[in-house]
């Protein structure tokens, strides 16, 4: 009798596929990406919400200003690029995106704002405090788990920075909290 059941599957020539695909949920790269998109528009609806609410006057970006300029929104004359879905434990900061051009970091956004899910709080940075900071990193990534190094995904032309939000708190300059919404998302 086989002990370790991964063992035992491999060495009886058993495929662990078909186990794997009925107790896993397996994503495209295409369904990753649409739920990235989804997340990302939801909590840049929430954002504008939150702002109209404290009677700011919010305007949407043109689509070449999302894509080109890396702005969502503007706000009181500043260009706001909101990043949905961020943890305390990981932070992902854009110097060039998957086509090796300039990442949001280096767009033209006054504010890069991130909703940490465990603050249920927007946090607001300086874009040019996060651009300097990842300007002062120079070591590289060896795999994706690694924080404050340079990280470049296999087959891509990016150029990115995993932190932590202890590793930037200091270089918060505001935040919009929601915690005591009864509902955070639509």
């Given at each position: ?117 465990e603050l249920k709080q927007f946090c607001f940075f300086n874009r040019t405090d996060l651009l300097t900071y990842c300007d002062n990193i120079s070591g590289r990534a060896i795999s994706k788990d690694d924080f404050n190094k340079l990280y470049t995904r296999f087959g891509r032309k990016d150029l990115l920075v995993k932190v932590r939000y202890d590793d930037i708190k200091d ?16």
């Amino acid at each position: 009798m086989c002990k370790d059941k991964m063992k035992c599957s491999i060495s009886q020539g058993f495929s662990l596929l078909p186990i794997l695909s009925t107790t896993t949920l397996i994503m495209t790269l295409e369904e990753r990406l649409a739920q990235c998109n989804q997340e990302g528009e939801k909590a840049e609806q929430h954002f504008k919400r939150l702002m109209e609410a404290k009677g700011k006057f919010v305007l949407p970006s043109t689509r070449d200003q999302n894509i080109y300029e890396h702005v969502d929104f503007w706000v009181d004359d500043k260009g706001i690029d909101v990043k949905g879905n961020r943890h305390l434990d990981c932070i992902w900061l854009e110097l060039n995106n998957v086509q090796g051009k300039d990442g949001w970091l280096k767009g033209k956004a006054d504010y890069i704002v991130f909703d940490v899910i465990e603050l249920k709080q927007f946090c607001f940075f300086n874009r040019t405090d996060l651009l300097t900071y990842c300007d002062n990193i120079s070591g590289r990534a060896i795999s994706k788990d690694d924080f404050n190094k340079l990280y470049t995904r296999f087959g891509r032309k990016d150029l990115l920075v995993k932190v932590r939000y202890d590793d930037i708190k200091d270089l918060q300059v505001g935040f919009l909290s929601y915690k005591h919404e009864k509902v955070q998302r639509l």
